[in-house]
Structures are given as structure tokens and as C-alpha cells.
């Protein structure tokens, strides 16, 4: 299972990474055709959507790597079981956020597919296209927090030191 969840996470960062190719391809295509004149329609709206792609889908693997913003002053003030509980509570209370986020992200898009909700841009977008991948994102999210409140819980959590992540930069 461990080894099917890391894939999930690393599998979603690299199609995020595409996404990040595809938002340079789309405003080098907006460079281009303002350049040449070539009419393409929406290129701008484009590089928005593959922008958004590509930071939804790196959500669960910069969690995993420990790359998300902590606040740890209180944790590191505390030791023992007050520790351990706040942790708790924090992964408890993430997961339900990241729950939350993922269902009404999940929501969003089926709302767009059912109203035909288009894009106010030239580019006409059906909108559950691009919003599908915020609620994969959202999703692949969650799972990654009840993941880390799993091993919470079981005392198998690996917490990144915040100094190491420094050093990834």
C-alpha cells in the first residue's frame, strides 16, 4: 500500500510538472501570436488553467516531502504527549479541511458539467475541463493527509526536519 500511495503522490507531481510545460507553452504561444498575428483564441485563459493544474496536483507530494508551510513554534515548545497531541489535532483537523476542500472541488465541477458552465473568455472552455484537475488535486490531497494522520496515529510518522527542508531550495 505504501509503495501505491508514493506512486499516487509522485505520478501527480509529474503531471503537474506537464501542466507547468503546458503554462509555458501557452504564454509562449500569446508571445507568438501577439508577435505574428495569428489569432489564436485563449491562450492567456490556457496558461491560467494548466497554472492551476500543475499547483493543485503538487499539493499531496510537497505535503509528503514536508514542503508545506508549518507553523512551529507551539510544537516546538511543547514534548511528550502534549506534543503528540497537538499533532493529533493538527492532522485531525487538516484532514478535515482537506476533506472539505476536496468535496466541494469535486462538486464544483460536476455543477459546471450539469449548468454547461463556459468560460467568460473569447476561449469559450467548457469549465468542469479545467476544474477537474483542482478536485483530483483536492482528492489525491486528502488522501495524503488521512495518509499522514494514519501514521500519526500508528507512530510511524516520519516528520521532515524543517533545517533539511531549508536545504532543498
Not at 507553452?25 to 494548466?50: E, N, P
Not at 499539493?59 to 497537538?86: D, F, P, Q
Not at 493538527?90 to 478535515?96: H, P, Q, V
Amino acid at each position: 500500500m505504501r509503495r501505491l500511495l508514493d506512486a499516487l503522490y509522485d505520478g501527480a507531481a509529474w503531471v503537474g510538472a506537464l501542466f507547468m510545460v503546458g503554462t509555458l507553452l501557452s504564454v509562449l504561444a500569446g508571445v507568438l501570436d501577439r508577435q505574428f498575428a495569428w489569432s489564436l483564441r485563449g491562450t492567456d485563459m490556457y496558461a491560467g488553467y494548466c497554472m492551476a493544474a500543475s499547483g493543485f496536483l503538487a499539493l499531496a507530494h510537497t505535503l509528503k516531502k514536508g514542503e508545506h508551510i508549518r507553523v512551529t513554534l507551539m510544537l516546538n515548545a511543547l514534548k511528550g504527549r502534549a506534543r503528540r497531541a497537538l499533532e493529533l489535532w493538527a492532522m485531525a483537523a487538516a484532514t478535515a479541511l482537506a476533506s472539505l476542500f476536496a468535496w466541494y472541488s469535486v462538486k464544483l465541477s460536476i455543477n459546471s458539467w450539469q449548468f454547461h458552465d463556459v468560460s467568460t473568455g473569447n476561449d469559450a472552455t467548457p469549465l468542469w475541463i479545467p476544474q477537474i484537475t483542482m478536485g483530483v488535486g483536492a482528492v489525491i490531497l486528502m488522501i495524503a493527509f488521512i495518509d499522514e494522520l494514519v501514521l500519526e496515529i500508528s507512530g510511524r510518522r516520519v516528520q521532515v526536519d524543517s533545517e533539511e527542508a531549508l536545504h532543498h531550495e
